[in-house]
């Protein structure tokens, strides 16, 4: 089975500040691996996707993140956060594209 | 180009009435699945459809539940004689269907209010 582990339902911090957000997963298959944006009252958004081609991955809105198969992360960067940011992120893995399975989400908080 | 569109954004409905939540996919994709997000929590896998058939149900309750997706007209999730605890969001997401590289679509969401 497939699970995801977000360590830290909130993440807050300075607006310029450098944004960490941790993935961690558990897959018997190689996975493919996603990190998706919500806004307040919205659906999600895709931020970007690991589908093996390579390890660093950049996403929309100044996003990356870097699959790490010996520690089984995957976790969300970007190095100067904004007040746009402020919204709740999603990690998800998934075997087949299809059946994603998501993490319980991060809320990060930027402050002026 | 439209968006995955769901119907209706908020619905409130009293227990033991049913509720029908509409979908209607991004422009030719044919592939449909649902989503439930509960308060606090990730999204949860319910159903996953192509036109007229349901390919895997794994994530949807026994009872009271179903889904559709016809060959003509939106996706329906469909709760029978709800309850407090189908208090939700439900997200439909669609993709073309073509394996790997065709990330899912999300539509904005119903929220779901049992009272």
């Known amino acids: 089975a497939q699970s995801v582990t977000q360590l830290g339902s909130h993440v807050s911090v300075s607006e310029g500040a450098l944004v960490l957000l941790r993935c961690n997963y558990s897959?018997?298959?190689?996975?493919?691996l996603f990190w998706y944006v919500q806004y307040p009252n919205q659906g999600l958004q895709l931020l970007l996707k690991?589908?093996?081609?390579?390890?660093l991955v950049k996403g929309i809105n100044g996003f990356e993140a870097e699959f790490k198969k010996s520690e089984t992360s995957f976790h969300l960067t970007k190095p100067s956060a904004h007040m746009s940011d402020a919204a709740e992120y999603f990690c998800?893995?998934?075997?087949?594209?299809?059946?994603?399975?998501f993490g319980t989400g991060t809320r990060l908080l930027v402050s002026p | 180009n439209a968006g995955v569109m769901q119907n209706p954004r908020h619905l409130v409905r009293r227990r033991g009435q049913e509720a029908r939540l509409r979908c209607s996919p991004v422009?030719?994709?044919?592939?449909v699945y649902w989503y439930r997000q509960l308060p606090e929590e990730g999204l949860k896998f319910m159903v996953y459809?192509?036109?007229?058939?349901?390919?895997?149900e794994s994530g949807m309750p026994k009872e009271r539940f179903s889904a559709e997706f016809p060959k003509e007209g939106p996706s329906i999730l469909r709760i029978q004689q709800v309850v407090r605890g189908d208090s939700a969001a439900y997200f439909c997401?669609?993709?073309?269907?073509?394996?790997?590289?065709?990330?899912?679509?999300f539509g904005n969401g119903t929220r779901l209010t049992v009272t």
């Open positions: 997401a669609s993709s073309p269907g073509q394996g790997g590289g065709s990330p899912l679509h």
């Open positions: 897959s018997s298959v190689p996975p493919y």
């Open positions: 690991y589908t093996s081609a390579a390890t």
């Open positions: 998800a893995v998934s075997r087949d594209f299809q059946k994603l399975v």
């Open positions: 422009k030719g994709h044919s592939h």
């Open positions: 459809l192509q036109k007229e058939n349901i390919i895997d």
